[in-house]
């Protein structure tokens, strides 16, 4: 059965079945006057806001990887985080998943109340070892906003969204380098077209 999911912005809440999230916009918003300074005072430090993983056995250098990702011709317009009567659907062709890593990616130089990609996670059947698609999710992501999918936790490729002709992304991952064994780090399962389709609303 064809899967349709609608997508909606992006919160450490919603997202936490998943991974976790970096958005200072709301944990900002939680401080109060007691909250510590660092810096001598020019600052504001939040401890553990995102939890990287390498789970055993195995075990992996961490790395940052630079990705430079670009929207697709029908997703180069401005998305709102509201619904409105004009929408664009998107098709996800691809859900991959990294079993010995978590893996964060850290947008660069986008403005914080722009909306400049999207996410699609799904947890996995156990029994199979496949992405349970009744749990799949699609997050509208702010330019201020990094995500952290969870080790295991199947995810679209990255997918930028917005008049951008890229977005830059640093990416944090536990990255095991095996040329023969390539499955080790990265597993994908594949769908046709309309098999997994995403529901955005534009201005």
Known sequence: MPIEACANPLTIKAFSPYGSIISPGEEVAKLDQSAKNANQGTAIKLLQVSKVQNPAPVSCPPNWNLFRCFPKPHLQARFKATQS?????????????????????????????EISYLVVVALEYKTTAK??????????????????????????????LGQQEYVDFGVLIYEFLDEHAPEKDCVETHYADSEITIELFID
């Open 85 to 113: 009567s004009r929408k664009v659907q998107h098709s996800i062709n691809v859900l991959e998943m990294h079993p010995h890593s978590s893996q964060t990616f850290l947008p660069m130089g986008r403005p914080e109340d």
């Open 131 to 160: 992405p349970d698609l009744s749990t799949l999710k699609a997050f509208l992501c702010r330019g201020n906003q990094a995500v952290t999918y969870g080790a295991g936790i199947w995810h679209a490729p990255m997918i930028v």
